[in-house]
Structure formats: C-alpha cells, structure tokens
C-alpha cells in the first residue's frame, strides 16, 4: 500500500490545497515552514528515477502548477525538494516535491 495512493483516493485524510485531474497538492503534516505542501501525480511513480517519457508529463504539469498554488497561498518565493531514494531522505516511495516558503530560508540546504 502507498501512503500517497491512498491519499490521493481519499482514503486517508489530508488538507488538500489544489487538485485537479493529474496532480494532488496537500499540506505537509509535520511542517518546517509557515507553508509547506507537498505535490504529488495521481499516478504512482516511485521517484525520479522512475520518470519516463511516457509519464514524464505528470512532473511538468507539477510544475507548472506550483507558482499558481504557491502565489494561492500567499507566497511568490520558496523552495521545491525532492528526496530520490532511501539514503536521500525519501520516505515514501510516491514521487512527490516538497514546497516551503513563508519565511526567509537563507542559502544551506542542509
């Protein structure tokens, strides 16, 4: 079972902050940031290394939708992560990018 599968069934609840008929947008429950989403496809690809050309679609619609959910929600400035793999922090295996803004990140990643 992935967690994001059934979240995007609605299956588990979240707070969702954009939705349409490829991509689900939802709050992050432990947030680092006054805002911090999360954006995931509606069809399951396990990370970036599962991109194709033939879902490759998916990741661009992501992010094009990204400035207008972020600017919804009051931020024009933020950061976008990914974790691809165990070792880089990824917890769930369902594509998915974080988005963090409301706040001055400075330059560190880590």
């Not at 619609?61 to 976008?80: C, D, M, T, V, W």
């Amino acid at each position: 079972m992935c967690l994001f599968c059934e979240i995007i069934k609605g299956n588990i609840p979240s707070t969702k902050v954009y939705e349409d008929d490829m991509i689900y947008a939802f709050n992050d429950i432990n947030p680092v940031a006054p805002v911090h989403f999360l954006v995931v496809p509606k069809e399951h690809i396990c990370c970036v290394n599962g991109i194709t050309a033939e879902n490759s679609k998916y990741v661009a619609h992501i992010f094009e939708k990204i400035p207008e959910i972020a600017k919804s929600l009051g931020i024009e400035s933020y950061r976008i992560i990914n974790n691809c793999g165990a070792d880089a922090g990824q917890t769930v295996m369902h594509l998915h990018f974080h988005v963090i803004g409301g706040k001055e990140l400075g330059e560190k990643i880590l």
